[in-house]
């Protein structure tokens, strides 16, 4: 956290840039431009965009079904293709299914997934409804492996209530001012 012209778009910048030396696949994203879970499901369709495998297939779907959950009222905003998915869940289950799916495919190749969010602030309440309940489930499963195991996000001020409570959870990775 910090006010404007600190230098936290440059860390997390710095940040991505040590994790793709690590061998993990990035993706960034600058909330408040758009609505964020269609950008961050673009982008992640642009990651797998190459890879052929059934598990191209399966994160393809799992988008498709994250962008759906986003067209249904009440759930989000109206996003998704005109073909219903087999299975519809709402936007923070749909988003932890591509998130985990993703990553743990990324690891079964020896690397792994990292997500950045500058200008967490400004997300759409959906967004961050649906990232702090697939952060929060995503962390549940410690044991499993290739999942993410840190959110690095920058802001000049972390909403209160949902997000806070959420980045709250028990983690053995320390928080720091690079969770911003």
Same mark, same amino acid.
């Given at each position: 956290m910090g006010s404007? $012209?600190?230098g936290k778009t440059s860390l997390l910048r710095y940040a991505q #840039?040590?994790?793709r030396e690590r061998g993990l696949a990035t993706v960034w994203i600058t909330? $408040?431009?758009a609505d964020l879970l269609p950008v961050l499901s673009a982008e992640l369709e642009k990651l797998t965009a190459t890879w052929h495998s059934s598990a191209a297939q399966e994160i393809t779907s799992l988008i498709r079904n994250l962008e759906f959950s986003l067209s249904i009222p009440g759930? @989000?905003?109206s996003t998704g293709p005109s073909q219903r998915p087999a299975a519809v869940e709402?936007? @923070?289950?749909a988003l932890e299914a591509l998130i985990a799916a993703t990553a743990r495919t990324l690891h079964k190749g020896g690397g792994g997934l990292a997500i950045f969010i500058d200008e967490f602030r400004t997300a759409d309440h959906t967004a961050l409804k649906a990232l702090a309940y697939a952060w929060q489930h995503l962390r549940s499963q410690e044991g499993a492996s290739g999942l993410p195991r840190v959110w690095l996000t920058s802001t000049s001020q972390v909403r209160e209530g949902l997000v806070r @409570?959420?980045?709250s959870c028990p983690s053995p990775i320390r #928080?720091?001012?690079?969770?911003?």
């Open positions: 404007r $012209g600190v #840039k040590a994790a909330a $408040g431009d759930f @989000g905003v709402a936007p @923070g289950q @409570g959420c980045m #928080k720091s001012s690079a969770m911003m």
